[in-house]
Nanobody, 127 residues
Framework: QVQLVESGGGWVQAGDSLRLSCAAS????????MGWFRQAPGKEREFVAAVSRSAGRTVYADSVKGRFTISRDNAKNTVYLQMNSLKPEDTAVYYC????????????????????WGQGTQVTVSS
């Protein structure tokens, strides 16, 4: 079992930055792939970013590429999502997700590839 707790959401203006954190407990964090997803009002949950076990590989949705950065600190059992140049369309509930793996490069982008989910944190970007 893996327990995930997100933090760092809030209300910001367009162009501002936020850093989300997701603390994990349970299984060995270094064996877990971490991802971020988001769900805007009235829309389906979508992939944002993922980072491999060793942080050697990251993948991003096209909509956030160049603005968001995913990183992880295996010593702190925490994954981060640094969000810069925020836009109103980034407004959503952001969820972190995890799945255990033996691969050092696997970075899934589909929701059904993740086994564990946090409760979400709200990010609101005003224009």
């Amino acid at each position: 079992q893996v327990q995930l707790v997100e933090s760092g959401g809030g209300w910001v203006q367009a162009g501002d930055s936020l850093r989300l954190s997701c603390a994990a407990s349970g299984r060995a964090f270094s064996n877990i792939i971490m991802g971020w997803f988001r769900q805007a009002p009235g829309k389906e949950r979508e992939f944002v970013a993922a980072v491999s076990r060793s942080a050697g590989r990251t993948v991003y949705a096209d909509s956030v590429k160049g603005r968001f950065t995913i990183s992880r600190d295996n010593a702190k059992n925490t994954v981060y999502l640094q969000m810069n140049s925020l836009k109103p369309e980034d407004t959503a509930v952001y969820y972190c997700a995890a799945v255990w793996t033996t691969s050092t490069t696997y970075t899934p982008a589909r929701q059904d590839e993740y086994a564990y989910w946090g409760q979400g944190t709200q990010v609101t970007v005003s224009s």
